[in-house]
């Protein structure tokens, strides 16, 4: 298993919160972009890792603002 197959497991897409799942689907876009563009390499590595750190944080923010009463974006045309 390459180093950065080892990370991209991590960036997983069925979170009970909607809103989670888009802010994941995020970061894994961007990961998986990453992957497929940069050769195999410990930068390479770190930034994957750096990238799935900032996911955990962004989700942790978004669920400690809902429990708090922050609304997420609501999906499709606004009124």
Do not use: Y
């Amino acid at each position: 298993m390459r180093p950065s197959e080892r990370l991209l497991k991590w960036f997983p897409g069925a979170h009970p919160e909607k809103f989670v799942n888009e802010i994941q689907a995020r970061f894994r876009e961007f990961a998986i972009e990453m992957d497929e563009l940069l050769p195999e390499s410990a930068e390479k590595t770190t930034g994957l890792r750096k990238i799935l750190e900032g996911k955990d944080c962004m989700v942790r923010a978004a669920l400690e603002a809902n429990e708090t009463g922050w609304l997420p974006p609501r999906e499709g045309p606004q009124p």
